[in-house]
């Protein structure tokens, strides 16, 4: 049996599943047994995962800054700050290569997609930008 006949017979279950940040660290922030480090922690991941995930294909330059903020911060490999992602990652036992290519993943995936257009250059649209009719 080829391996591409396994794996449609297989119904992709060796395809991993995506997990959107929100839906992530709400399963996080329910857990009980998480100490206030642990919780402030995963508030520091969620805000700058957010922050990429959200702003990875920006054309506004205040959303742009946001995410060269958040990557230059994922991005970095110091571990000596306790803050660092790096140091995040080693004390919540997340593996940090795998989150970086996920998280890189989402950006290519992003800046791929068109979104609205805007005097012909594409635009993603935010809770900032207000709604119009087709016809406006």
Known sequence: MAQDDFHE??????VPETVLP????DRVRRRK????????????????VDMY???????????????DEAEAWIESDERGWIY?????????GLDV?????????????????PG???DGAPVLADEHTPRRASNE
């Open 22 to 25: 929100s839906q992530f660290f």
């Open 9 to 14: 017979r297989s119904g992709g279950i060796f």
């Open 33 to 48: 047994d998480l100490t206030g480090e642990q919780r402030l922690l995963y508030a520091v991941m969620e805000d700058a």
């Open 116 to 118: 609205p257009v805007a």
């Open 53 to 67: 995930v959200k702003h990875a294909a920006a054309r506004l330059p205040l959303h742009q800054r946001l995410f």
């Open 84 to 92: 660092s992602f790096e140091a995040i990652c080693d004390h919540l």
């Open 97 to 113: 290569d795998y989150v970086r290519a996920g998280l890189r993943a989402r950006k290519a995936q992003a800046r791929m997609e």
